[in-house]
T-cell receptor
Framework: NAGVTQTPKFQVLKTGQSMTLQCAQD?????MSWYRQDPGMGLRLIHY???????DQGEVPNGYNVSRSTTEDFPLRLLSAAPSQTSVYFC???????????????FGAGTRLSVL | GIQVEQSPPDLILQEGANSTLRCNFS?????LQWFHQNPWGQLINLFY???GTKQNGRLSATTVATERYSLLYISSSQTTDSGVYFC???????????FGTGTRLQVTL
């Protein structure tokens, strides 16, 4: 069982370049999300999706774009990379939250991005 | 939004020692998870524990939801326990997690 798969593991970009970070899950989870982790800090939510065709902004959405055309995939797009976007990016998935039901979030291995 | 505070921020232990990590949160929660981020950056689920007590080997966790805190106990620590421990919560019917800033643990020989 693969769980949550992120590609690539590492990426170096020049300022102004665009790229897409891929995230796929095989657990049929409704909820998927993207976080970034900066040195010495916890994870901060960028964007999330509660199902195919539905996305919303998290705490730090500027400079990022997402779409959710299938249940399995939730790509994160950097439109014009900036040095401030140098970070480690994590994708997560879970079942939709229901009061009283277990709602464990599973994380991918992360993508380490450097923007020069 | 909900605030999550973890203490201590840093902890150095000798191998074999026990420790307690604390997570305080500012509102009632539906989900509380403890994660271990290993030195390679992987986030590993330790516990899903919105209330009550759970144990898994040398690790155990207790959440007192009415008092808005959770504790992670590590007994007989090993060097492989080194890394950063995060507490993360969500509230209401939302799935999105709010993370604390973590406790960095170093276990030495």
């Amino acid at each position: 069982n693969a769980g949550v798969t992120q590609t690539p593991k590492f990426q170096v970009l020049k300022t102004g370049q665009s790229m897409t970070l891929q995230c796929a899950q095989d657990m049929n989870h409704e909820y998927m999300s993207w976080y970034r982790q900066d040195p010495g800090m916890g994870l901060r939510l960028i964007h999330y999706s509660v199902g195919a065709g539905i996305t919303d902004q998290g705490e730090v959405p500027n400079g990022y774009n997402v779409s959710r055309s299938t249940t399995e995939d939730f790509p994160l797009r950097l439109l014009s990379a900036a040095p401030s976007q140098t970070s480690v990016y994590f994708c997560a998935s879970s079942r939709a939250a229901r009061v009283g039901a277990k709602n464990i979030q599973y994380f991918g291995a992360g993508t380490r991005l450097s923007v020069l | 939004g909900i605030q999550v505070e973890q203490s201590p921020p840093d902890l150095i232990l000798q191998e074999g020692a026990n420790s307690t990590l604390r997570c305080n949160f500012s509102d009632s929660v539906n989900n509380l998870q403890w994660f271990h981020q290993n030195p390679w950056g992987q986030l590993i689920n330790l516990f899903y524990i919105p209330s009550g007590t759970k144990q898994n080997g040398r690790l155990s966790a207790t959440t007192v939801a009415t008092e808005r805190y959770s504790l992670l106990y590590i007994s007989s620590s090993q060097t492989t326990d080194s890394g950063v421990y995060f507490c993360a919560v969500n509230t209401g019917t939302a799935s999105k997690l709010t993370f604390g800033t973590g406790t960095r643990l170093q276990v030495t020989l």
